[in-house]
């Protein structure tokens, strides 16, 4: 079946570096969704990106959709501790249900 | 303000019992799914709802049941609880159209004993 996958598992970062996850679909995906989960907390939406090679930004974050609309990646500028959290892509499989990575943990060192 | 709730927060079961998770959200969505989340294996889907009696099974629905009375409220029933069933249960809404953002309750904890 269809899936998701997310690289890398975890990621330990000291504050101020800049981090990046990738997601890679094994079907070409409609559109792609962000979202993060604090520890302890639920997943929120973070952005949704529809257009091959479309690039969308929320200071200090980075979100860019594949030319192929395979993959996907999220990248951080300049990490804060406040960016801790597991960061998961999501897929629209083909029966119209979303299909989640396995996610990326970003611990960060003050 | 609109909002999607969960209870109970945590419980403590034991094996063989029937257990059933609330989900209600006051944001009028049709659509409603639950998902559950374990170490190792991300979000995994059990059950979604695209409307008042539609019921969808998903990757993980083995031992798991959901019924759709009203728009705001997608119970899931686990028949006969098991140690594998020990998890993090999260339930989401999303408004009818496809390809919209998906708004997640507080989770609840479930362990098996």
């Known amino acids: 079946g269809q899936q998701v996958m997310q690289i890398p598992q975890y990621q330990h970062v000291q504050e101020g570096e800049d981090f990046t996850t990738y997601c890679n679909s094994s079907?070409?995906?409609?559109?792609i969704q962000w979202y993060k989960q604090r520890p302890g907390g639920h997943p929120v939406f973070l952005i949704q990106?529809?257009?091959?090679?479309e690039v969308k930004k929320q200071k200090r974050l980075t979100f860019q959709f594949g030319e192929a609309k395979k993959n996907s990646s999220l990248h951080i500028t300049a990490t804060q501790t406040t960016d801790v959290g597991t960061y998961f892509c999501?897929?629209?499989?083909?029966?119209?249900?979303?299909?989640f990575g396995k996610g990326t943990k970003l611990s960060v060192k003050p | 303000d609109a909002e999607i709730t969960q209870s109970p927060r945590h419980k403590i079961t034991e094996t063989g019992r029937q257990v059933t998770l609330a989900c209600h959200q006051t944001?009028?969505?049709?659509?409603m799914f639950w998902y559950r989340q374990d170490l190792g294996h991300g979000l995994r889907l059990i059950h979604y709802?695209?409307?008042?009696?539609?019921?969808n099974k998903g990757e993980v629905s083995d031992g798991y049941s959901v019924s759709r009375s009203n728009t705001e409220d997608l119970p899931l029933t686990l028949e006969s609880a098991a140690s594998s069933q020990t998890s993090v249960y999260f339930c989401?809404?999303?408004?009818?159209?496809?390809?919209?953002?998906?708004?997640f309750g507080p989770g609840t904890r479930l362990t098996v004993l």
């Open positions: 989401a809404s999303s408004v009818a159209e496809t390809y919209n953002e998906q708004f």
């Open positions: 079907t070409t995906l409609s559109n």
């Open positions: 990106l529809v257009k091959s090679g």
């Open positions: 999501a897929g629209w499989g083909s029966q119209g249900n979303l299909i």
């Open positions: 944001w009028n969505h049709n659509n």
């Open positions: 709802s695209y409307g008042v009696q539609d019921t």
